[in-house]
């Protein structure tokens, strides 16, 4: 997500309880409303289900639940971010996608190493800094490592 200099980054912005994260545009294939999840016995707890979508079967990852933080009802503002990643298509379950932002390189912050040291920040790419406060900025793609990926495909 690194912007080189004088480059711009376009984050689609989405939330998870109070905070705000960021990714990389280039990582969504599409945001969509949650349909009927079917739930899939014995897999991890931060799996929520599968959806058809459009004929396809996709996993759908529960951010909330992944990230640690409580679970949450599904509500109209619920919103699951399509990514493809090792071939698969993969859903996140987020709180609220709320708009999409522009980072100039100067604005991207890497994180604190006693945060970047623990293996739950892998997935961390930096700090957005915006007029309205901070974003933590996230790849989608490390969310979940190579042996998960293939047992979703």
């Given at each position: ?8 980054v ?29 739930k ?40 699951i ?26 604005d ?25 406060g901070l974003?933590i ?16 495909k």
């Amino acid at each position: 997500m690194q912007a080189m200099k004088g480059e711009t980054v376009q984050v689609i912005v989405f939330k998870l309880g109070e905070e705000r994260y960021g990714v990389d545009i280039s990582q969504v294939r599409e945001i969509i409303r949650p349909s009927q999840i079917t739930k899939i016995p014995n897999a991890p707890d931060f799996v929520e289900g599968v959806i058809n979508l459009r004929g396809q079967i996709t996993t759908i990852v529960n951010l909330r639940k992944r990230f640690g933080l409580p679970s949450k009802e599904i509500d109209n503002d619920s919103r699951i971010i399509v990514v493809e990643y090792n071939n698969a298509v993969i859903g996140m379950m987020v709180d609220t996608v709320n708009e999409v932002k522009y980072l100039s390189h100067k604005d991207i912050e890497a994180l604190p190493s006693i945060i970047t040291a623990r293996e739950e920040a892998k997935f961390l790419k930096g700090v957005g800094k915006l007029p309205d406060g901070l974003l933590i900025l996230i790849d989608l793609n490390k969310v979940l490592n190579e042996g998960e990926v293939e047992r979703f495909k």
